[in-house]
């Protein structure tokens, strides 16, 4: 990784899930947008560390624009799996953050070669997201969001959602005996 000296931007190993980085996807009618849920193992306290350094830089940042005030209900994007998602075993040991963006991510792999093949990428694989944290005020709430920058697919991994392989689904048939057993 390269040397970060954005004090709101940290780059994050963790696993993807819900992963739209080659078209934007629309929730709830909002404006479609590019997004990842990373999932970050509780152990990695570096990087857990390094994201809420970030994430209090950027309230402080937020509320030196605001004048001081401090909204009472401020929301931050680093959230418990295990809170959040008790019987999920993906999020179980987890902490969890949605990254998003309205411009396409770059995405490479572990030699910072581009990703052109869209199978290659998908929920369930790791790496590494660039992102960017900085404050809003939407509609009466208050928060930091998570911005995401790019995408770097380091490794494969068990996929988390999408149909499955057929070779995985299906067992060999006897075509002689196909039509005998229906």
């Given at each position: ?19 739209n980085c080659f078209e934007p996807k629309s ?27 970030c994430i209090e830089a950027a309230i402080k ?47 490479v792999d572990f030699n910072v070669e581009p ?68």
């Amino acid at each position: 990784m390269k040397e970060n000296t954005n004090s709101r931007k940290v780059f994050i190993p963790c696993r993807f899930a819900y992963l739209n980085c080659f078209e934007p996807k629309s929730i709830n009618g909002d404006e479609a947008k590019y997004s990842v849920c990373a999932l970050i193992d509780k152990r990695n306290w570096k990087t857990i560390n390094a994201i809420n350094t970030c994430i209090e830089a950027a309230i402080k940042e937020f509320i030196s624009k605001r004048k001081g005030q401090v909204p009472t209900d401020l929301k931050t994007p680093l959230r418990d799996g295990d809170m959040e998602f008790p019987e999920d075993e993906v999020f179980k040991n987890h902490v969890f953050l949605n990254a998003h963006t309205t411009i396409a991510p770059q995405i490479v792999d572990f030699n910072v070669e581009p990703i052109l093949d869209k199978s290659l990428v998908y929920s369930g694989c790791y790496g590494i997201i660039s992102v960017t944290f900085y404050g809003y005020h939407v509609d009466g709430n208050y928060g930091i969001a998570a911005g995401l920058g790019n995408i770097q697919k380091v490794k494969d991994g068990e996929h988390l959602s999408g149909p499955m392989d057929a070779v995985d689904e299906f067992d060999v048939v006897d075509t002689e005996d196909f039509l005998g057993d229906m």
